[in-house]
């Protein structure tokens, strides 16, 4: 149940066209989504998510320097590694959170910022399977498929404006 709300706030962050908000319902995702790694026993789970909440209210606030993803991939990994319990199937979120950082500060706009989501949502969605959170990995799916679904539209809406303004 905890992993579906968390999914809620994923789809809701999926969807819509505007950064500032995705990174919002980001952070109240990876904050809701560590009580469910909390319960399940994932600690590696629990420290990227957590540190992951923090990055993206910092992208949200626009305040995300290269100095500050360089830290926070640094930090995501060393914590990360430091309190798997899971062996390989831990690194997933450590993989999935690092690599989401520099995009984060990589990518501006919306379409990059979903694809990059889209990446993300199907790393994780194999490691909810993998620690049996089927709540996790069933709606990881169903959330991917709903945003490769809102990066067509955009991508399309993109087009119109462009034909539009010609």
Do not use: H
């Not at 498929?145 to 399309?156: G, L, N």
């Amino acid at each position: 149940m905890i992993s579906f709300s968390s999914s809620l706030f994923l789809i809701a962050s999926c969807i819509i066209r505007e950064p500032k908000k995705v990174f919002v319902l980001q952070t109240l995702e990876n904050v809701v989504l560590s009580v469910s790694s909390f319960v399940l026993g994932s600690y590696a789970g629990i420290s990227t998510l957590l540190i992951a909440a923090v990055k993206n209210a910092l992208v949200a606030a626009g305040k995300f320097s290269f100095g500050l993803m360089v830290i926070f991939c640094v930090v995501l990994a060393a914590v990360g590694l430091y309190v798997n319990n899971r062996g390989l199937i831990g690194l997933i979120p450590i993989v999935a959170t690092v690599s989401l950082t520099v995009c984060n500060y990589y990518t501006k706009d919306i379409l990059a910022i979903k694809w990059s989501l889209l990446a993300n949502i199907a790393m994780w969605s194999v490691y909810g399977f993998l620690i049996y959170d089927f709540a996790l990995g069933t709606m990881q799916i169903i959330t991917g498929i709903i945003t490769f679904v809102s990066i067509r539209r955009t991508e399309k809406a993109i087009r119109e404006k462009k034909y539009l303004n010609k």
